[in-house]
Each structure stands twice: as C-alpha cells, then as structure tokens.
C-alpha cells in the first residue's frame, strides 16, 4: 500500500486502503509521514477523508498539524462530511477564527449542525451528542416511517431507534428498528411507540450518561433541554470512550501520577 503511494500509482493505493476498516485507515494515516500524508490528501476525497478523521484516536493538540496540512476548502468539505459532534470535537481544538473561516466556506446545512454543537460545555451530554438521528411523527403510519428511515439512513449515525417528536419537536416516544420491522404497514406510530423516554438532560455530566447508558442497556439515548426538545442523540460507541477516559482518571488518581504527562524535572 505504502509502494503504491511512493510509485504514485493512485488506483492501486485506492484499492488496497479502502478495503481496509476505517479504524485500521486512520492509524495507517496517522503513520505516516508529512509528505506521504500530503500525497493522501490527492488521492481520497474528503468524505473518504471524513471516514479517516471520524475514527481517529489523536490527541487534541495534534488535529491542528494534520489540518494545516491541507488545502482549506478540502478540510471544509471533510468536516463537512464527518458526524457533526466529531467534527465539533475538531473545531473546538481550534482558534475561533479557524474555525469562522471553515464554517463560512463550508456548505450552510453542515456548518449549522457543527455551529449548534459548538457552544456546549466538555464533559456534558450536549458535548458528545450528534444531531444525525432519525425523527418522526406518532401520527404517521408505520409504511411512512419506513420512507423517512430509508431516505435518512445513510446520513443518521445510527438507524437503531427512531424517536417520535410532536410539531413542537418535543420527544413524545421511541421506536426501536426491530419494532418497527415487525409492525404492520398501516399501524400507527402512536399506537406501538414506547412513551414513557429516558432521556438525558443536555447539561447532563457525561459520566451520568454513561451510567444510564449503561443501566438501561440501550445503544443510544436521546438528549432534551429543558422543555423536552429534542436536540441530539449520544450512542454507545461516544460512550465507551467516555468510559475509557474515566478509568484512566481515576486510575491516575490512584496511582498518585497526573493525568497527562509525566512531568519531567531537569
Ligand atoms: P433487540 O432485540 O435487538 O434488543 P429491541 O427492539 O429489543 O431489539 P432494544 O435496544 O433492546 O431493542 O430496546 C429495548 C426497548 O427499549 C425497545 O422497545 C425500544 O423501543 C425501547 N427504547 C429504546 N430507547 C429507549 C429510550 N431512550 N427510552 C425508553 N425506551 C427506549
Ligand atoms: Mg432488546
């Protein structure tokens, strides 16, 4: 793979790197050196790019080499591409005028969804949720849900629940997949939703999350404000890595060392 970058040989590189998992993508990228990354850049767009950067395990400082590395308009249309709270997650490492910059060349609906998720404080629910989840209404029919599931699925992060929102977009029930497999075409949404949600507070601690994630055993709960609008979804996957930074606090803790870096005395 490596030899069809350094022969430049395009096709071939494409065909072996996009084979591999996503996961597997991102650490052979972030293995590489400035210059090999460079010729990346050339030969993936920026949605296979987004792919990479949505599972990348980088720490925070580093996301500003691998951007600057880029043309702007191309790290615009990655993010733009990525699930919304991942590329928040980006921006957020950024200085504000970066990231008005990107969000202005980047196209209006992206740049919405990124901006809206901007402003949450770190470790709460609204930090780690996404906005791509999948809605629909209880007074529509089963066979009219399965139309909104087909048209949406490929951009919701995940197609496991579909929550049932009022005209005011307040959360009135829930849905799982399976459920609404296994129900007749003609059914009503309101008449096989589950109306009694766990939700989570958008001000919510993230460790708070992961516990009700957890104890419920569900593969995604949705987030409200105040007035039970529903803004985002948080699914398992955001939390196992909520989980893992936790174990590595207190364990530090424990251990008496700081959390970061060993400090080094001369
Ligand atoms: P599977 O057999 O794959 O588990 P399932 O339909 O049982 O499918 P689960 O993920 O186990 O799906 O969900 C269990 C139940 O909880 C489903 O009825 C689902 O609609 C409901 N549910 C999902 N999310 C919530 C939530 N946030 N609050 C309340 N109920 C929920
Ligand atoms: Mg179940």
Not at 136 to 148: C, E, G, K, L, P
Not at 150 to 157: P, R
Not at 162 to 170: A, S
Request: charged share 30%; net charge negative; aromatic share 10%.
């Amino acid at each position: 793979m490596l030899q069809a970058l350094y022969d430049e040989k395009m096709e071939e590189f494409r065909r072996q790197f996009l084979k591999l998992h996503p996961y597997d993508r991102a650490k052979f990228y972030v293995e590489q050196s400035p210059e090999v990354r460079k010729r990346m850049y050339e030969y993936l767009s920026p949605a296979e790019m987004a792919e990479i950067f949505d599972h990348l395990d980088i720490e925070e400082d580093e996301y500003k080499i691998y951007l600057s590395e880029m043309d702007p308009l191309f790290v615009a249309q990655m993010l733009a591409h990525m699930y919304a709270d991942n590329a928040a997650d980006v921006l957020n490492e950024l200085d504000k005028k970066e990231v008005a910059n990107y969000l202005t060349i980047m196209d209006d609906e992206a740049a919405k969804d990124i901006q809206g998720l901007l402003h949450y404080k770190e470790y709460t629910a609204g930090s780690i949720m996404t906005t791509e989840y999948i809605a629909i209404h209880a007074n529509q029919t089963v066979r009219s849900a399965m139309q909104i599931l087909k048209k949406e699925a490929a951009q919701a992060e995940t197609i496991y629940y579909l929550y049932v929102v009022n005209e005011q977009r307040q959360l009135v029930g829930v849905l799982s997949l399976r459920e609404l497999l296994t129900s007749d075409d003609d059914e009503m949404i309101v008449d096989i939703m589950n109306d009694r949600v766990v939700s989570v507070f958008v001000d919510e601690d993230q460790e708070d999350v992961a516990r009700k994630m957890q104890n419920y055993n569900f593969l995604a709960l949705p987030v409200v404000d105040a007035n039970n609008h529903l803004l985002g979804i948080i699914t398992v996957d955001d939390i196992v890595d909520v989980i893992s930074e936790e174990a590595t606090d207190d364990y530090s803790k424990l251990a008496g060392v700081p959390d970061v870096d060993i400090q080094h005395n001369p």
